[in-house]
């Protein structure tokens, strides 16, 4: 009874330790790199930090500031790491502090390699000296790339900074960007991973986007409150198209995108519809990749969908999947803690109408459904309901019990 009763305090422990309680919903925010790469600096995050709260954004739930590869320079001679002191002349603490004055959160990046894929300072052998300089910093986030590896696994490489990272006296998320290469769906919670990639880099292009909501839907079942699936996009498409990306992630709460491609400019505003609608389908993270100091009205409207940011911040935290797929059009669905959520779209130049038995997929036998894209009630069902959409069009509803 003893030898029981210890090992299950043991076991408790070592689950607490590895839990350090952040990602209870997938992560919104902003990140550097799809839009400015290594040409960001510290006015880039500081005009970036003020525009989030003068666009309201942080109302909405986009609170991580997120600094991605090319801050680092060097180490010095006891191994710490060295700011690039041209472009963040006042250091990464004073833009964490500024961040936190203005109540937004702040991330930063590193890799599990001798070297960044930019070519800036890994943390490999230095995993607990840079999650140390971080803390200190008042670092919220990292996100940990995969370039430059030595002889040992993945899955070393990133417990050895996931360890580190729980080891100091600050949570900091901790998003994982393995590419998907080792399947860290299947192991990147176990080790205290926040969310995970589970696809290569996304492009700003209709293909690439829906390519990587594709490949991130195999691990579905991994996805849920404190780790995310993460299927990385940027913002090629049009409104429609983006509004369907936003749905899906939102549904599905991944991680494997890392970065929304919306308001990049290689997809127009439909399809740009259609690739938020899907990140929040799916539960993927919502990290803006634009440059906010231009962003369009279109662009906003689009990132601003409330009741999209919802499906995708829903409790429940049930990635939502690939229910139909074929030469015509693919239809996405999942259930929400006060609903069930659907994104259709073509993939042929038609429009089309399609049947769903809502019964049978979500329980509902009675139901009133809305329009999340133009935020209005449609109508009211019975057991089976007709949906339409077009070529590159997207249809993103919510059914529920009626009130």
Known sequence: MKVTFVLSILLAVALAILDNGLAKTPQMGWNS?????CNVNETVIRDTIDLIVKLKL???GYNYVNIDDCWAES?????IVVVDSKSFPNGIKALADYAHSKGLLFGIYSDAGSNTCAGRPGSLGHELDDAKTYAEWGVDYLKYDNCNADGNTVKERYTAMAKALHSVDRPIFFSMCEWGVQRPAEWGKSIGGNSWRTTGDISDNW????????????????AGPGGWNDPVGNGGMNNDEYKIHFALWCLDLADGTTQLEVGNGGMNNDEYKIHFALWCLVKAPLLIGCDLSSISKDTLSILGNKEAIAVNQDSLGQQGTLIIQNGQHHIWAGKTSDGYVVLAYGVVSDVQKVT????????LTQFQVRDIYAGKDVGT???????SFDYHKGTFLKFSAPQ
């Open 58 to 60: 942080d109302t909405l």
């Open 356 to 363: 769903l038995d809502i019964a049978k997929l979500s329980g």
């Open 207 to 222: 293909n690439s986007m829906l390519l990587n909501a594709l490949y991130n839907d195999a691990d579905a079942a991994a």
């Open 33 to 37: 790199w799809n839009k400015f790469a």
């Open 75 to 79: 180490r010095d001679a006891n191994g």
């Open 381 to 387: 069902g019975e057991n089976t309901y007709e949906i």
